[in-house]
């Protein structure tokens, strides 16, 4: 149903692990985004991209390192990271032009031990 | 800074009812408005947006949007509420990146909306 795929969708890690989240979107899209969805707080915009050049970080902590190498694809990688940081992190693209929408994938659960 | 505000983290009401969830905001310039809503332990859909035109916008599910720019709101309502509205929905507001044109949202808490058999 979506056009933004998210996998895997849901991942348990512990604080020395390192992995990745995928997204990918077949929507033909310019400019892709990572959310952070956590109990406490708003959704927070982590990173966007637009023609696959990273164009806004929001002072995320460098355990988190986004990865863009087409318009197509966008991954996060993770590594050390702590409690707190277990959310659910979506991934969305737009087409960037304001007033487009931005959709969607269904989110990537994650839980760190 | 943009921001938008839901002032009711709860929203209940009885299936057959018309439902409203509030969402005020406060941006410069012109304003980008969005509804999304939330099902359990899946991502956000897209409902609804106002850009431009007219005041009252139509959007997916039977709902709609009334955008007030005296009182800088913008309230999602649906005139008959369904058991399977019960989710979480967000109010945000968009705006450009640093004077480009990329647009960004910002989101309010969202408010959960129960609607009771």
Same mark, same amino acid.
Request: charge should be neutral; charged fraction near 15%.
């Given at each position: 149903?979506?056009?933004?795929?998210?996998?895997?969708?849901?991942?348990?890690?512990?604080?020395?692990?390192?992995?990745?989240?995928?997204?990918?979107?077949?929507?033909?899209?310019?400019?892709?985004?990572?959310?952070?969805?956590?109990?406490?707080?708003?959704?927070?915009?982590?990173?966007?991209?637009?023609?696959?050049?990273?164009?806004?970080?929001?002072?995320?902590?460098?355990?988190?390192?986004?990865?863009?190498?087409?318009?197509?694809?966008?991954?996060?990688?993770?590594?050390?990271?702590?409690?707190?940081?277990?959310?659910?992190?979506?991934?969305?693209?737009?087409?960037?032009?304001?007033?487009?929408?931005?959709?969607?994938?269904?989110?990537?659960?994650?839980?760190?031990? | 800074?943009?921001?938008?505000?839901?002032?009711?983290?709860?929203?209940? %009401?009885?299936?057959?009812?018309?439902?409203?969830?509030?969402?005020?905001?406060? %941006?410069?310039?012109?304003?980008?408005?969005?509804?999304?809503?939330?099902?359990?332990?899946?991502?956000?859909?897209?409902?609804?947006?106002?850009?431009?035109?007219?005041?009252?916008?139509?959007?997916?599910?039977?709902?709609?949007?009334?955008?007030?720019?005296?009182?800088?709101?913008?309230?999602?309502?649906?005139?008959?509420?369904?058991?399977?509205?019960?989710?979480?929905?967000?109010?945000?507001?968009?705006?450009?990146?640093?004077?480009?044109?990329?647009?960004?949202?910002?989101?309010?808490?969202?408010?959960?909306?129960?609607?009771?058999?």
């Amino acid at each position: 149903e979506t056009g933004v795929t998210q996998t895997p969708r849901h991942l348990v890690m512990g604080m020395t692990n390192k992995k990745s989240l995928k997204c990918e979107q077949h929507l033909g899209h310019n400019a892709m985004y990572w959310y952070k969805q956590s109990a406490k707080k708003p959704l927070e915009l982590m990173f966007v991209y637009s023609l696959e050049e990273r164009v806004e970080n929001n002072s995320v902590p460098s355990r988190f390192s986004p990865e863009c190498p087409n318009s197509s694809h966008l991954f996060l990688h993770l590594h050390t990271l702590q409690p707190e940081d277990s959310a659910l992190y979506l991934c969305a693209s737009s087409q960037g032009v304001l007033g487009n929408t931005i959709y969607f994938g269904e989110g990537s659960w994650l839980t760190v031990v | 800074a943009q921001s938008v505000a839901q002032p009711e983290d709860q929203v209940n %009401v009885a299936e057959g009812n018309p439902l409203t969830v509030k969402c005020t905001y406060s %941006v410069s310039g012109n304003p980008y408005l969005f509804w999304y809503v939330q099902y359990p332990n899946r991502g956000l859909q897209f409902l609804l947006k106002y850009i431009t035109g007219d005041n009252l916008v139509k959007g997916s599910y039977g709902f709609e949007a009334e955008f007030n720019k005296s009182q800088t709101s913008f309230h999602l309502k649906k005139p008959s509420a369904l058991v399977s509205d019960s989710a979480l929905y967000f109010c945000a507001a968009q705006d450009p990146y640093r004077g480009s044109t990329l647009g960004r949202l910002y989101f309010g808490r969202g408010t959960q909306l129960t609607v009771w058999p």
